[in-house]
């Protein structure tokens, strides 16, 4: 079993910064791939980003690239989310989730979940 702890969220006004954290719990860490996904108010979940197991490859949703990076530390069992140039559209609950998947931006492939931290970003 693995347990995600998400931090960092908050009010920012827009063009501000956030970094948001998720720490994992279990000894399997190292060897899932890591994701951030996003549900606005009435919207579905959405992917936002991931990073593989060793942190070689990342991938962005079209609308965040650029503006965030995801990275992750394995020795600390955390990953990271910078979040840059922030815009009020990306106000959303920011979710972290494990998958043990190479690589997927499908969210019925993440196994685990974290609870959420809101972000909200004013105009």
């Known amino acids: 079993q693995v347990q995600l702890v998400e931090s960092g969220g908050g009010l920012v006004q827009a063009g501000g910064s956030l970094r948001l954290s998720c720490v994992a719990s279990?000894?399997?860490?190292?060897?899932?791939?890591m994701g951030w996904f996003r549900q606005a108010p009435g919207k579905e979940r959405e992917f936002v980003a991931a990073?593989?197991?060793?942190?070689?490859?990342?991938y962005y949703a079209d609308s965040v690239k650029g503006r965030f990076t995801i990275s992750r530390d394995n020795a600390k069992n955390t990953v990271y989310l910078q979040m840059n140039s922030l815009k009020p559209e990306d106000t959303a609950v920011y979710y972290c989730?494990?998958?043990?998947?190479?690589?997927?931006?499908?969210?019925?492939?993440?196994?685990?979940w974290g609870q959420g931290t809101q972000v909200t970003v004013s105009s």
């Open positions: 989730a494990a998958t043990p998947v190479y690589y997927s931006d499908y969210r019925y492939d993440y196994d685990y």
């Open positions: 990073i593989t197991w060793s942190g070689g490859s990342t």
């Open positions: 279990g000894r399997t860490f190292g060897r899932l791939t």
